[in-house]
């Protein structure tokens, strides 16, 4: 599986993004996926995920309620909505594949190349 992330630029604080993470193959729909994001000088971590059927994993404490994931299977997409942005939401954000839903980035076998988002205050 091959994963592209996209849809992430320069935000004020408060404002709205969506990301993208498309895959190529026909085996996307057999993978859970997850959304890390690493900040400058931080380590990577864990911000959402689903199953291939749906099934939200709960998402990090710090986005709940600002960040909702989802997917369309017949598109071959998973997508990551983010509201309320924070300059603290700064980061570069990571789409990953994996057989089942994990918080842990080790569990992950496909990633995509990231994308930048930016909140300004």
């Known amino acids: 599986v091959q994963l592209q992330a996209s849809g992430g630029g320069l935000v004020q604080a408060g404002g709205s993004l969506r990301l993208s993470c498309a895959a190529s193959?026909?085996?996307?729909?057999?993978?859970?996926v997850g959304w890390f994001r690493q900040a400058p000088g931080k380590e990577r971590e864990f911000v959402a995920a689903?199953?291939?059927?749906?099934?939200?994993?709960s998402p990090t404490e710090s986005v709940k309620g600002r960040f909702t994931i989802s997917r369309d299977n017949a598109k071959n997409t998973v997508y990551l909505q983010m509201s309320s942005l924070k300059p603290e939401d700064t980061a570069i954000y990571y789409c990953?594949?994996?057989?089942?839903?994990?918080?842990?980035?080790?569990?992950?076998?496909?990633w995509g190349q990231g994308t930048q988002v930016t909140v300004s205050s």
């Open positions: 689903i199953s291939r059927s749906g099934g939200v994993t």
């Open positions: 193959g026909r085996t996307f729909s057999s993978y859970a």
């Open positions: 990953a594949a994996a057989p089942s839903p994990s918080r842990n980035s080790w569990d992950y076998n496909y």
